[in-house]
Each structure stands twice: as C-alpha cells, then as structure tokens.
C-alpha cells in the first residue's frame, strides 16, 4: 500500500499543499510551526480513524474558513484509488467517486502507523491509552473488531446507565441478566482478538527493541487483565466473563459502573524486566513506543498480506546516534513519510524525496 500523492487545503494551516510522493522515503522538514503534523495528520485521517491529537472537526479546519478539503490517490488492493475528505461540521469521505457511510468506512481500505509526540503515552500514560493502540491497530487489521468494539461499549453504557436505575431502586438486579449475557459475548470476542494481536506484536516489538537497542536491552508486553480473572489456555472466556460480571454485581452497585471486562484492561510493558511507566528513561520509553508501533506495522503487513504507510512524526529527537541509524535502516520495507525541523540527518538515505514546509504551504526541494 503507498500513498501516489496528497493535498490539503485549509487543513488546519495547510494551503493548497500538494505532494507527490516517493515510493519509499519522504522526508518533510521545516521550523515550528509550519505546518508538518499538519501533513501527517490529514494523511493519516484517510484510515478512518480519529486524529491522533483531537476528535473535534471544527480544530482540523482552518481558524478563517468553514471547510476543509483533502484528497488522497494511493494504492491498494492492486489498483489506484483516491479518496476525498471534506471536513466541516461533519467528516465526509467519497472514495473512488462513491460516498462513505462514515469515515469509519475507510478502515482497511488505506492503512497506516503513525507514531506522534502522543504516541509516548503509550508508555507512561494510563490503561486506556495502552488499549486505544491496541483498539486502533486491530481496527485497521479486522474492520469487523471496531463494530464490536462499538457494540460493546454500547451495550456497556447501557448497562452502566441500568445500574444506576438499580440504585435508585427503580429496578431489580436480576434485569442485568440480559445485558451480561451480550456483554460477555461481546467481551470474549474483544479480549480472543486482542490475545492474538499481542501475541504477535509481542515477538515483532522484542526484536525490534532489541535492534534499536544494539542488543543491550530487553522489552517485553504482556495482556494484562484489570478487574478480571487472568485468563489463561482453554477456558472459555465468556464463561469467565459472565461469571465475574454476576460475581461484581454487588460491588458495581456500589461504584455505579461495571468494573470487569475488557474496558479496563491493559498493556504491561517493561524494559529489562522492569516496568517502563515508572523506570524506563525517557530514550527509552520512546525507543519502546518505536518499537510498538514498528511491531504493529510489521503485524499489519503480515496480516493484511499489504504493507501499511508509515507516518513518523518528530521520531528521532532524544534518541542517540546508534538507534537512530538502526530506525532508519529498519524503515527500509515501507513508505514513510517522517518529519523533522533539521534534514541533515535524514538526508543520507538517496532514496526519497524531501519536502519542505514554509508557512502552510510545501514545496519540495
Ligand atoms: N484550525 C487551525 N487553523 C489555523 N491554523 C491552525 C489550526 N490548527 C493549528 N494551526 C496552526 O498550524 C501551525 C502548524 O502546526 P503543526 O503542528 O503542523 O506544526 P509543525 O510544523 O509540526 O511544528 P513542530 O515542529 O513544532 O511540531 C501552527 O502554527 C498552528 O497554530
Ligand atoms: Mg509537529
């Protein structure tokens, strides 16, 4: 999958970009503020995904203007497609002439990995941010696990909503019955996919932490189950989640939402055996989310069988000469389009093209 060509207009700052894209290597540079997240971030709503710095529309037009326009020709599925984007009160994408229910339809016809200043949270932030990686990722592998993840938490709030009527009294306990049923359904089906996932993601992130790390550290990830019973080899998830959903009933009643399922579940991640969230350096906790999403990358292109567009925004600072030099071979296998305020470093790969970014507007050099 690569992109053939981009272009923006009243995207945030963006006037009239267009970018035709190399194959392998684009490197866009220019001062603060200019404009390349910018770049990253229109390329990257293609997916159908959430920005990964907002979920409101009105910030991703521009302050004087009531719309946004992008447009995107890319490859995949062996022919040339091209999506267009406008962004007004609403999101609304017409792929290859035909109009998108909503921009979720887009997911897993174009593909990316973006690693942003915000994928650091991956590491240190909370459990949520851990499963929202996992979330998007499997997304954009298995367009079906993001309708039943939206089922789930659907049939959560409902739930949530049920327990407090519980609470006031207007309701028996027992009305839950019908909810936990779907629940642990729904549940079992997040938690097998997600098993899977990291299983995968967890041999391709060790060897390339290893990489970046010139083999002197180890990482390691692990699924780790929140409120619910660790489940382990053949027992039937949804039997476990049924179970712990009636055996919390009580205590949920007391907090007013459901604690058990894979809403609160999360991402152990550790550097030498030790938990990265609280020892980890910060080299170190970026080198991790590298490695994390590079491993979703790899994941991605090995599942879907076509290799996803790599989008690297301010990757390199804070990392040393050696990992630096190990990323940048170890992008070799996809389209990336990276950004950087200094292209010095970048510009000992020949194969590629640089961009630079002025004001909004981009012009390669
Ligand atoms: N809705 C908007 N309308 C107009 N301008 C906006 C809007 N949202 C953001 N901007 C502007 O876009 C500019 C570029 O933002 P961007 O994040 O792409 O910069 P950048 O080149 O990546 O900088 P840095 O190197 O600091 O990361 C900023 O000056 C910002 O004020
Ligand atoms: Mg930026």
Not at 140 to 159: E, F, G, H
Not at 252 to 259: A, E, Q, R
Not at 292 to 303: D, N, Q, R
Request: net charge negative; proline share 2%.
């Amino acid at each position: 999958m690569n992109v053939i060509s981009h272009s923006a207009d009243s995207f945030r700052n963006l006037k009239d970009t267009h970018i035709e894209a190399h194959p392998s290597m684009n490197i866009i540079f220019g001062e603060n503020g200019q404009g390349k997240t910018n770049i990253i971030e229109s390329i990257w709503l293609f997916t159908g995904c959430y920005s990964f710095r907002t979920h409101k529309n009105n910030e991703l037009v521009c302050d004087t203007e009531e719309e946004a326009r992008a447009k995107l020709r890319f490859f995949a599925s062996e022919r040339e497609q091209t999506a267009e984007m406008k962004i007004g009160k609403t999101k609304d994408i017409v792929l290859n002439g035909v109009a998108c229910e909503s921009p979720r339809a887009m997911m897993g016809r174009f593909r990316a990995v973006v690693f942003s200043p915000s994928t650091l949270s991956v590491v240190k932030g909370s459990p949520g941010e851990r499963r929202r990686l996992i979330d998007v990722a499997l997304s954009l592998i298995k367009p079906n696990y993001a309708v039943i993840m939206s089922r789930y938490l659907r049939t959560l709030n409902q739930r949530n909503a049920l327990i407090k009527k519980i609470y006031e009294k207007q309701y028996d306990l027992n009305i839950l019955d019908t909810w936990d049923d779907a629940l642990a359904t729904l549940g079992a089906s997040i938690i097998d996919y997600r098993l899977g996932y990291i299983e995968s993601l967890r041999a391709k992130s060790a060897e390339i932490y290893s990489g970046i790390s010139s083999s002197k550290e180890s990482f390691d990830i692990r699924y780790s189950f929140g409120k619910t019973t660790e489940i382990n080899g053949d027992k039937d998830i949804r039997e476990i989640l049924l179970n712990e959903l009636h055996s919390t009933r009580e205590s949920d009643l007391k907090k007013l939402y459901t604690s058990a399922g894979p809403h609160s579940d999360d991402l152990n991640i550790t550097v030498n055996g030790r938990d990265a969230r609280i020892y980890a350096s910060q080299g170190q906790k970026r080198s991790g989310a590298l490695a994390l999403k590079l491993g979703e990358a790899s994941v991605m292109g090995e599942t879907t069988g076509e290799e996803p567009v790599v989008l690297l925004d301010d990757v390199m600072s804070e990392l040393d000469e050696g990992r630096q030099k190990f990323i940048l071979n170890y992008l070799d296998s996809w389209q990336v389009f990276i950004t950087c305020c200094d292209p010095s470093t970048l510009m000992r790969s020949e194969n590629g093209k640089v961009f630079e970014v002025i004001g909004g507007t981009v012009s390669e050099r």
